[in-house]
């Protein structure tokens, strides 16, 4: 490894772990936020910073700077009775292996970079790139490939199954080593749910993987470039992951394992201070990381409609419309940018979840993975068998038909982000009108039978 390949690697961590760290503590904010407006009631508020007797708030989101500083500054309890090894390693792992997930997950396309400093700025007026293939290695000219993700394994989804299935160790030992009987109920919950989970999580991607016909995420990426996003090819596994992957993550409506009205907090009642908080934020980490695999798998990844690497193409089967080439950089920039975007519209959607749906009951939580998601992820993986082998059977004018088709559902994608931008901005500038509504009033039920009685009641 080069030099400039060593510094590019410390630049693609910085950049992963610090969007999940950050969008992780904002999402902490919107949960509150969001959770006032559905309920109408004020959100969060009371943080607050004093300048020259001006009071800044920030529409609330110094709260979870307030929330950091609490953790740190709280006190450090573990119970007497408690496995102290295992009780402070528990917290360890549920962080470490959200943040050991998000190194296989592309978030941009290959950049072709080149070894010196000075010719930095050229990618910002360079040519573009071919569309297939990418850059190879060239000592003497001094370029070099740089896959966007942290760790570019041939694995690729199958590490990340293997490291998402650490973190129902971290809950279980949390759970046990506590001494709290509690925790412990908690422990075997979140043990058995994310089990259960689990293997609709994987079964769910089967599908897939059978159409990609690869285990690496960034060449899943580019065939939902060249052709249809999954979401389209595979709709049903698109709802299978996104409801395994919120019980993965423990969060309502599949909260079983922090069930305040029974288990006080579950698997870490007895933590405080920054191992609890370790707890509690690495749960949004795990929205961060399940939001991003989502995107990646079933949304196109880093993928915009007719966008490719040498710049914009629109056609339909045979026919281009429209072909303008643009830089390597921008294309680069462009892609990078719509996948974190991609990824904070599927947060807030997980946001928007939590906050609508009531909570199951245990036995319905388990119903739910074995008897209802699980069978219909294998028959998803049948189904998509069946119609891949007769669609590999036919003649070049179905392949030539399913190219249409998946031009048109680009065209699709683009209508529909265009209908949701217009209503966000329509939104967005429209006056705000303050109106009082009282619902279920006495005093408005009584105008309507005609009022009350202003003289004295008879007996």
Not at 6 to 14: A, E, N, S, Y
Not at 25 to 38: G, K, N, V, Y
Not at 242 to 261: G, H, M, Q, W, Y
């Amino acid at each position: 490894m080069t030099l400039s390949q060593f510094v590019w690697t410390i630049v693609k961590i910085l950049i992963m772990a610090g969007f999940v760290l950050n969008l992780a503590a904002i999402l902490t904010w919107a949960d509150r936020r969001q959770s006032s407006m559905i309920q109408d009631r004020i959100g969060p508020n009371r943080a607050v910073i004093k300048v020259f007797g001006k009071e800044f708030r920030l529409a609330g989101l110094l709260h979870p700077a307030a929330d950091g500083l609490k953790f740190f500054t709280k006190e450090d309890f573990m119970p007497p009775k408690a496995d102290k090894l295992l009780f402070m390693l528990a917290p360890i792992i549920a962080m470490g292996m959200v943040f050991t997930l998000v190194t296989t997950v592309p978030f941009g396309d290959t950049v072709c970079m080149h070894e010196f400093l000075p010719r930095f700025p050229n990618i910002f007026v360079g040519p573009a790139v071919p569309r297939w293939g990418s850059c190879s290695a060239d000592v003497k000219s001094g370029y070099f490939p740089i896959d966007l993700m942290v760790a570019p394994l041939g694995v690729g989804i199958l590490f990340v199954f293997a490291m998402s299935g650490q973190g129902i160790i971290g809950a279980a030992i949390a759970g046990w080593s506590s001494d709290n009987k509690f925790s412990l109920m908690g422990a075997l919950r979140a043990a058995s749910q994310m089990v259960s989970y689990e293997v609709t999580l994987g079964m769910s991607l089967i599908g897939a993987m059978m159409i990609y016909g690869t285990v690496r995420l960034d060449d899943m990426v580019r065939w939902q470039s060249d052709h249809a996003w999954g979401i389209f090819v595979q709709p049903l596994a698109f709802f299978l992951f996104f409801t395994a992957a919120v019980a993965e993550n423990k969060r309502i409506p599949f909260d079983l394992p922090e069930a305040e009205s029974e288990l006080v907090s579950g698997y870490f009642t007895e933590y405080a201070g920054m191992k609890f908080g370790m707890f509690y934020f690495a749960e949004y980490a795990e929205v961060v990381t399940g939001s991003m695999l989502l995107v990646t798998m079933f949304l196109g990844g880093w993928a915009l409609p007719f966008f490719h690497r040498d710049g914009l193409t629109i056609a339909f089967g045979g026919v281009t419309l429209v072909h303008l080439l643009i830089p390597h950089f921008w294309m680069t920039l462009l892609g990078v940018l719509t996948f974190f975007g991609k990824v904070i519209v599927i947060c807030w959607v997980q946001v928007f979840v939590r906050w609508t749906l009531p909570r199951f009951r245990y036995d319905q939580l388990m119903k739910l993975g074995w008897r209802v998601l699980l069978p219909a992820s294998l028959a998803n993986i049948l189904v998509t068998g069946v119609v891949w082998l007769v669609l590999d059977e036919a003649g070049p004018e179905v392949a030539d038909a399913l190219r249409l088709a998946a031009d048109l559902t680009q065209a699709l994608v683009v209508v529909v982000l265009s209908y949701l931008v217009f209503k966000l901005l329509r939104g967005w500038f429209a006056p705000f009108k303050h109106e009082r509504t009282l619902l279920g009033s006495s005093a408005e039920q009584a105008g309507k039978l005609g009022g009350t009685k202003s003289t004295a009641m008879q007996a």
